[in-house]
């Protein structure tokens, strides 16, 4: 892909889009499950940007802001708000569900908890990027999909 995606003759739109279709759907696969600490989104954001340098042949070393990269490839930050859209969706279908994995994604699992700092949960990322007050205001909200789905196209709009 190496060669279609650096082609100067093709439209800058067509090779973002050959990236969307075959380089995105790789790297995000399986991200309905992750939990995505500050370090890990900096590392997704670092990879758009590297992808998107690549495509406009800008070296490493070259002195251009991200923001200068975005203003050339005409557009804008995406792959964190795909991601936590996707989580969103995958959440609210695992909650309507009220199965066994309604009971790990919330982490609400009977037992003794480790020691040491707790790991973050996936509902926890999730009451952040919605804006919701609770993660219990988040679960009861899955229950009415037009609501679920309002809340999510509401993030996305507000972006990450």
Known sequence: MKTVLTNKNISIRTRRRALECYIEPILMYGCEAWTISKQ?????????MWFLRRMLRISWTAKKTNDTVLEEAHTTRLLISKIRKRQATFFGHVMRREKLENLVTTGMLEGKRSRGKQREKLIEGLTDW???EKSLEAIEATKDRKKWRTMIANAVKQGT
């Not at 989104?41 to 670092?46: D, I, P, V």
């Open 40 to 48: 890990t989104q900096k590392k997704l954001e670092a990879t758009e």
């Open 130 to 132: 919605l804006k919701a």
